[in-house]
């Protein structure tokens, strides 16, 4: 996409050179579009953040965005720039999404620039990116982690299992990422699952104290009860910006079979974020020491979640598990608890 240099078809010389310094002025991803739309200029930081995410070149501005926009987006972006009542303007969110880079979120403006003097009506708009992507990240982790302490809070014979657990579940999304073994997994699944996978059990803070703290089985009834934390989870967490949470809450104890819960969903219906916590939170329920159960070594536990290929577990994912195993033998060894 080449720049252009020239960038007002104006013959006031003063006009220009106000121009120019506003448009160096302002420390974020710029760009001039004309009345048709295609590109009048663009600064560094807009031309990089094109190279970065990988988009088309393309000599029209909504093209450009064609990929990670809906047509009805797009669309609504031209009415509102060609309309009066909207001020000629549109802002909005966008994310920037390649597999091999971290998501960058950022809040576009488009406001008219300059007007026609017979029309009216602007001959051209000014398109400014703001990147918000660190004060997001920030506000989900604070909203995330207060959530997760109230969990601990709630059920405290747990010791560093939800810690654990993020840990397993990030061995076996850089697995299939390296190994390219999912399109869906990207360095962001990769990141997002290694701190949402603390937030399978998060429901259990609606789960009755003397049910969620009992010292031997739990009758049928209290069983029941028990199995709602996935819904909790998922109703606690339906409200949080990344889904994967809530996917993790509510289907973690769903099985390949159709046999889990809550909902009997099976195979590709589960969502790939919950067969890798379901086999990571297997894995260390049955390395840890309950109170109403001793706990099973790493030899015994691997051959468990390998008889449970194809029943309780994606034999995709217990191929992955087969290949990696020794690295949950060593996070559970590293972040043993402590008496």
Known sequence: MQQKTETYN?????????LVTLYKSIAMPLAIISKDLTYIYFNEL?????????????????????????????????????????????????EH?????????TKMQIMPYLFSKETREPQSWI??????????????????????DASKLKDNDTGKHIERVNLYATVLAKALYDENLDILVDVDFVDNI??????HDVGKIGTPDD??????????FEWKIMKEHTI???????????????????????????TGYPYNLEKDMIPLSARIVAIADVYDALRMKRSYKEPKNHQETYDLIMQG?????????????????KEFEKIYDDNADTD
Request: proline share 3%; net charge positive; charged share 25%.
């Open 10 to 18: 104006t013959n006031d010389d003063s006009c220009k050179e106000q």
């Open 46 to 94: 807009y031309k990089n953040l094109l190279i970065k995410y990988q988009y088309t070149e393309t000599k029209h501005f909504l093209n450009t965005f064609s990929r990670i926009l809906k047509p009805e987006e797009l669309a609504d972006i031209y009415r509102c720039m060609k309309n009066k009542n909207r001020n000629y303007s549109w802002s909005g969110t966008l």
């Open 97 to 105: 999404k390649a597999r091999d880079i971290h998501a960058s979120i």
């Open 127 to 148: 398109v400014i990116l703001d990147d918000f992507t660190v004060e997001m990240q920030g506000f989900v982790y604070v909203m995330f982690k207060g959530l997760l």
């Open 194 to 199: 290694g701190f949402l996978a603390a937030m």
């Open 211 to 220: 049910i969620l703290n009992k010292k031997g089985s739990l009758t049928d």
């Open 232 to 258: 909790n989870g998922a109703f606690i967490l339906s409200a949080y910006p990344n889904p994967m949470a809530k996917e993790i809450a509510q289907s973690h104890h769903e099985r390949w079979d159709g």
């Open 309 to 325: 290929s194809g029943t309780h577990f994606d034999p995709s994912l217990v191929l992955v598990f087969r290949k990696h195993h």
